[in-house]
């Protein structure tokens, strides 16, 4: 199962500290990427909440971009 389809089927919400690492990115760039509306969270108390079937579909489209720059190149 790869992580697109992991994150289809979890049912809970993921914390910046989960999402973190399957990005692989820091808590700085996760912030201002959601701070800038790049990714979608929900803001609970000094931290985001991320649903993880949007996070699934974000990742999505960001592979099929990649994917059609690497064919355009």
Request: positive net charge; contains cysteine; hydrophobic residues 40%.
């Amino acid at each position: 199962m790869n992580l697109i389809e992991a994150l289809r089927s979890r049912t809970t919400y993921l914390g910046t500290n989960e999402v973190m690492p399957l990005l692989g990115v820091t808590r700085n760039t996760l912030c201002e990427w959601v701070r800038r509306g790049r990714i979608g969270a929900i803001r609970v108390g000094n931290g985001y909440l991320f649903d993880p079937s949007t996070l699934a579909d974000w990742l999505a489209e960001r592979e099929t971009e990649t994917r059609a720059l690497r064919r355009a190149a």
